[in-house]
């Protein structure tokens, strides 16, 4: 059987989906016996990890791969159909928090392809993944979900993009590493734009560096406003006990940013700072804004892209459930010729009628009456 076990921004905060990842890859380096095939998934939005294990070994599955402490995070899918339709819905990009996030479809595949590489993807996973991504640019193409699709974070990094344009060497600072942080700094580096991140937490840093390749520092709450003072641009997306930064502090600096961008919630920065000469600030509302029409727009796709995702996981789970079929009377001949030395003619006359009805549809007794004619 194939299961799903999935952690998304719906339900697990980033901090959950980062130990997740990181107890998933431990867990997939060791051997094991009754996963036969597995594939770990993981962007800035989700951790999720598909297997395909002995039917009878589920629970065990589950109480090895789902400690108590991820259990309330988790969402499980263990219907081939559900599963299929799930990829699908993912990769398209319909799942995501900005509509249409172009990204995802490529990490879906990356994430194939490394399976496949590693070996850990054989017939059955291999053929959800490659139906799965096929059908999602199906999908893109004809619902143009893709077309000016825009988020927070992607929004942001076009206008520090902008920036930077204008002014070389720029210093950019984004404070936390939550998903808007996270997603920020996702696209900057993709546009080559260096930056550094500030968290709090020593190991989110040491996994920043050692998995990311990302410059971190590490703050508190009364040193993070002597670090702030050093950069041209500084983005909060983080949680926090009062403000980070307040107007005060920055007007009797001589040291200054040029731009600070508030997205944090509640708010990371003493709002007055707006005032301060030759200090540009802006809040989350205002970048709300750009993407909440082009959010309507898309949500009247999202039920033609549910109907073609659960037409395609119907023909999948067909297809599944006659190649498990078909795997089944295999090893029930092979156990029964077992001790017959030309096991092959046999193998053959045995399987050929069966395996004949199983892929056309048709009854055996008329494939069987056929043959012998």
Known sequence: MIIAILFTHKKAPSEVREEVFKFFENKLNEINDYIFEKLLLATCYRVELYLRIDKS???????????????????????????????????????????????????????FEEAKKKGWVKKFLGKAFERAIFVSKKIREESEIQKGSLSIPRIVSLYLKDLNGEEKDLKILIVGTGEMGAGIAMYLRKEGIPFHVATKSKERAQFLKEHAN????????????????????????TESDGYLLDRDFL?????????????????????????????????IDEFKKIIEERVKEKEEMLSYIRFRAKRESEKFEKWLIREEKILKLFNYVDKRISNIEDKTKIKKFLLYPILKSLRSGKDIEEIIESWIK
């Open 214 to 237: 990302i410059d971190t520092i590490l703050y508190s709450k009364e040193t993070l406003p002597f670090y702030v003072k050093h950069y041209d641009a500084v983005i909060f997306a």
């Open 251 to 283: 007007e009797k600096s001589k040291e200054r940013p040029k731009l600070i961008i508030d997205l944090g919630f509640p708010r990371n920065v003493d709002p007055e700072i707006k005032n301060i000469k030759g200090i540009e600030f802006h809040q």
């Open 57 to 111: 070994k589920k629970v065990k599955l589950l109480k090895e791969f789902l400690p108590s402490e991820f259990k309330n995070y988790a969402e499980i899918l263990d219907s081939p159909k559900d599963i299929f339709e799930h990829i699908v819905i993912v990769a398209s990009g319909a799942d995501s928090p900005a509509i249409g996030e172009p990204e995802v479809q490529g990490q879906v595949k990356r994430a």
